[in-house]
């Protein structure tokens, strides 16, 4: 079964410093995997995708992840924060076998960004 | 393009009361979804309707939860009756998987349950 373990419940960095979010998943298909931002009172919005096409994602608002599949990983960069990055990330795994587009999320990543 | 619409965006009722919840998906999604969002956790898929067909509804309390979509477009989401641990934001969320082969999902702004 698919899972998504994000390896840090909460992030801070400063304003103008990169970004980095961890997430590893595991899957026994080759894995379609996202990642979804959620500002506070709003929806979901997706940041980027991957679906084994090329490795390096690249996604709105300067933000990149990299799809390493002898690490099982897919985190998330950004070379800048910007103070409305703060917001709650999710790493998500689509269960791509059976077709469905189900979706099974991670516990999110708080991320804070300071002046 | 409109986005998912859902309403209300807030509710507050009292455990063992009913709710009901209401989605109108992008126009052409053929595939719908509920999720059940607990405060510090990622969403959890609730339901999945393909056109108005119900795809996966394993992870789904069906002794009081309930959800149609009876013309293969808006979808509601019941409780019947609710209990404390369903406080929760609940997300929908449509994708045009079935005719692009994509799993892009969009998501409406969810409806916040309260329930004391």
């Known amino acids: 079964a698919q899972s998504v373990t994000q390896l840090d419940s909460h992030v801070s960095v400063s304003e103008g410093t990169p970004v980095l979010l961890r997430c590893n998943y595991s899957?026994?298909?080759?894995?379609?995997l996202f990642w979804y931002v959620q500002h506070p009172n709003k929806g979901l919005q997706l940041l980027l995708k991957y679906t084994s096409a090329a490795t390096l994602v690249k996604g709105i608002n300067g933000f990149e992840a990299e799809f390493k599949k002898s690490e099982t990983s897919f985190h998330l960069t950004k070379p800048s924060a910007h103070m409305s990055d703060a917001a709650e990330y999710f790493c998500?795994?689509?269960?791509?076998?059976?077709?469905?587009?189900?979706?099974?999320f991670g516990q999110g990543t708080t991320l804070q960004v300071k002046p | 393009e409109a986005g998912v619409a859902q309403s209300p965006r807030y509710k507050i009722i009292e455990k063992r009361q009913s709710v009901a919840f209401w989605c109108n998906p992008i126009?052409?999604?053929?595939?719908l979804y509920w999720y059940q969002q607990i405060l510090g956790q990622g969403p959890k898929l609730l339901i999945q309707?393909?056109?108005?067909?119900?795809?996966?509804d394993s992870q789904l309390p069906k002794d009081r939860f309930s959800a149609e979509r009876l013309k293969g477009v808006d979808s509601t989401l019941k409780i019947q009756p609710a209990k404390l641990e369903d406080s929760a934001v609940y997300l929908c969320?449509?994708?045009?998987?079935?005719?692009?082969?994509?799993?892009?999902?969009?998501f409406g702004p969810g409806t916040r349950l309260t329930v004391t």
């Open positions: 309707f393909q056109n108005n067909g119900v795809v996966d």
């Open positions: 126009s052409g999604h053929a595939t």
């Open positions: 899957s026994s298909y080759s894995p379609s």
């Open positions: 969320a449509s994708s045009s998987a079935v005719l692009t082969g994509s799993y892009e999902q969009y």
């Open positions: 998500v795994v689509s269960e791509g076998s059976s077709n469905t587009g189900k979706l099974i």
